[in-house]
């Protein structure tokens, strides 16, 4: 009888595929998963002049700048329906502080939201946005995404939400 020689091929796609499988404890192989998708820190600065309750909103004023973003679950990074994210800004039409400069709006079925308002302008030498999720199923989130450029006409921020 001839030994079994392996092909170098073989050999890689054996490895590779041990490599990307785990042993449990009752002898099933399954695949490797990731260690997970972690939760957005608040970052310094996001709540300022913060309204809680901003209406949900089809626009903010005239429009014209666009905030857009995504949200999803930490651990398996699942994107969240229906969740309500406050935006604010200085913009050409109000400040951040002014009622009017803030709205709402919800997350479509793939976790993204987008919401049209005025171009944003800088303040205290830079043009940034505000962001927030502030129900009580999610660990709040404050976000103050800063823009490249003042002359930019959208901004996206990323919530990655760890349940409450």
Do not use: C
């Not at 490797?32 to 949900?56: E, Q």
């Not at 604010?88 to 308002?117: C, I, K, N, V």
């Amino acid at each position: 009888m001839t030994p079994y020689r392996p092909t170098r091929r073989a050999l890689v796609l054996t490895g590779a595929a041990a490599a990307a499988a785990v042993t449990t404890g009752g002898g099933l192989v399954t695949p490797a998963r990731a260690a997970g998708v972690a939760p957005t820190p608040s970052m310094r600065g996001g709540a300022n002049n913060y309204l809680p309750g901003a209406p949900i909103v089809e626009r903010i004023g005239g429009g014209g700048f666009w905030m857009s973003g995504t949200v999803r679950r930490a651990g398996d990074g699942a994107p969240l329906e229906g969740v309500r994210i406050q935006i604010w800004a200085h913009t050409t039409e109000g400040h951040e502080r002014d009622p009017h400069s803030h709205g709402a709006t919800l997350t479509r079925a793939d976790g993204a939201f987008r919401l049209e308002m005025p171009q944003i302008i800088p303040a205290f030498g830079q043009a940034h946005g505000h962001l927030a999720y502030d129900d009580p199923a999610f660990e709040t989130v404050f976000l103050r995404p800063v823009m490249s450029s003042p002359n930019d006409t959208s901004l996206s921020a990323d919530f990655v939400l760890k349940p409450a």
